[in-house]
């Protein structure tokens, strides 16, 4: 195996003080939750908490709205490993860490990896408080988290002709109408950060096909395909983009708005997870 810092057995060493906290059941799923969307760890049974910083090769999360921590539990009577917030770019942190919680979720036994967002709408057809299914997404943060040397299991050429698996999708479009919600879908667009957008690049993101915009998420996604895992996610329009709103972007304008659809998005993912 490899031995770079984040690869397969920094990895599979984390993976085993994982299980040495939480248990050693396999999870039906690992879930990576974004920015105000963390509420859903409420939600699991039997929860054990583990913060990050006591996880090998885990850094503390630093953003507000992410808690920074991983849960093992159960969600709908399923074993679940959840992260409540992840590791971002625009923090100093590299691209392989970025997508190295995924690597600890694939060597805890996770099958398939659920993420979820916090994001600027670009379709003036969204609203706050939408909820976005994942269809597909632009990678303009210009990282890949997979330069450098091969690691153990991982494809090196991984094909992303759908990086977001068409029968997970199904099956979100299917417990969202069950539910009564309105499941928009989308391309997210992922950019650096920790700017928000000007206007122009806005107009730019819209003329290249991002119908949403955010900081995270391409990384975890480049990851779990190299590794074979299956991926769906859902991003949470928390505000129309710049140049489409009416008044300058702020955190906490993130912030209020996931907490306010948190409701929904729980009982949409647990309905998921149930039926996995």
Do not use: W
Not at 25 to 31: E, K, R
Not at 101 to 120: D, E, I, K, M, Y
Not at 177 to 189: K, R, T
């Amino acid at each position: 195996m490899s031995d770079s810092a984040f690869g397969v057995a920094a990895a599979s060493k984390a993976a085993d003080a994982i299980r040495q906290r939480i248990g050693s059941a396999t999870p039906i799923a690992g879930i990576i939750l974004g920015t105000g969307l963390g509420g859903l760890a409420q939600r699991i049974a039997n929860p054990i908490d583990v913060p990050f910083a006591e996880v090998p090769g885990f850094p503390s999360a630093t953003v507000v709205g992410h808690a920074g921590k991983l849960i093992g539990g159960t969600l709908s009577g399923r074993p679940v490993v959840a992260l409540a917030g992840r590791f971002h770019m625009y923090e100093g942190h590299d691209a392989a860490l970025a997508g190295f919680p995924v690597r600890v979720l694939h060597a805890l036994g996770a099958p398939t990896l659920f993420v979820s967002n916090a994001a600027g709408g670009i379709r003036r057809t969204f609203r706050a408080g939408d909820l976005m299914l994942i269809r597909d997404h632009l990678n303009l943060m210009f990282r890949n988290p997979l330069i450098g040397p091969l690691e153990s299991g991982d494809t090196r050429f991984p094909d992303m002709s759908a990086p977001y698996d068409e029968e997970l999708c199904a099956q979100l479009r299917v417990h969202a109408a069950q539910l009564g919600i309105q499941l928009q879908e989308g391309v997210y667009g992922g950019l650096l950060g920790p700017t928000y957008e000007t206007p122009t690049e806005v107009r730019m993101l819209a003329t290249l096909g991002a119908d949403a915009v955010g900081m995270s998420t391409v990384p975890e996604v480049i990851v779990a395909r190299a590794i074979g895992m299956r991926v769906a996610g859902i991003s949470c329009i928390t505000n129309l983009a710049s140049g489409i709103s009416p008044h300058p972007l702020s955190h906490a304008e993130v912030i209020e708005t996931t907490t306010r659809v948190a409701a929904q998005f729980e009982s949409l993912v647990e309905r998921f997870v149930g039926g996995l």
